[in-house]
Antibody
């Protein structure tokens, strides 16, 4: 069955980066897009960007350019998102999700709760 | 960016009742709309895609309709397991955008 596995939680200090992973199984990693989505109580759900594992091509929401960097490791079927220079407003749950290109999200990871605090 | 205005923000209904949640897009999204259900502590799950197609494994009491800028999600014969938050999402234009959500509770 299709699974997107994410680690549970990260506590990070302001100004530091964090890199989170999304390991997929149950389908051909290079055949679908992986998107990353931020969820907060205040702002709701926000799409950060996508990466197409086959080519490594990416697309970002303008709001997250310079904040998020998306990469993949095809050898381990894993997608990564690095968030730079974290601030309080980056505290959120971050999901990876699978889709086709220009498409809806049919499978989601369980999310990573990132807390930015000194 | 396309704005998705979802209503109501919260909804209280009785078991067996029919409920409807609406989503309005700021421009035509050509039925490129999905609905998701999210229960507390869980990730969103796909219910409806392409405005009216039921995702695999989703009960038939869920249905979607609409076109252009106006879309709706209907839940027939509300069950206790339907208590959740519901979100719409447009994928017609990047960036994908979501409605603010509807929290559905039992009366």
């Amino acid at each position: 069955q299709v699974q997107l596995q994410q680690c549970g939680a990260e506590l990070v200090k302001p100004g530091t980066p964090v890199k989170m992973s999304c390991k997929v199984s149950g389908y051909t990693f290079t055949s679908y897009v992986i998107s990353w989505i931020k969820q907060t109580t205040g702002q709701g759900l926000e799409w950060i960007g996508y990466i197409y594992p086959e080519s490594g091509s990416t697309g970002y929401n303008e709001k997250f350019k310079g904040k998020a960097t998306l990469t993949v490791d095809k050898s381990s079927n894993t997608a990564f998102m690095q968030l730079s220079s974290l601030a309080a407003g980056d505290s959120a749950v971050y999901y990876c999700a699978r889709s086709g290109l220009w498409d809806y999200f049919d499978y989601w990871g369980q999310g990573v709760m990132v807390t930015v605090s000194s | 960016d396309i704005q998705m205005t979802q209503s109501p923000a919260s909804l209280s209904a009785s078991l067996g009742e029919t409920v409807t949640i609406e989503c309005r897009a700021s421009e035509d999204i050509y039925s490129n709309l999905a609905w998701y259900q999210q229960k507390p502590g869980n990730s969103p799950q796909l219910l409806i895609y392409d405005a009216n197609s039921l995702a695999d494994g989703v009960p038939s009491r869920f249905s979607g309709s609409g076109s252009g800028t106006q879309y709706s999600l209907k839940i027939n014969s509300l069950q206790s397991e339907d208590v959740a938050s519901y979100f719409c999402q447009q994928y017609n234009n990047y960036p994908d955008t979501f409605g603010a959500g509807t929290k559905l509770e039992l009366k």
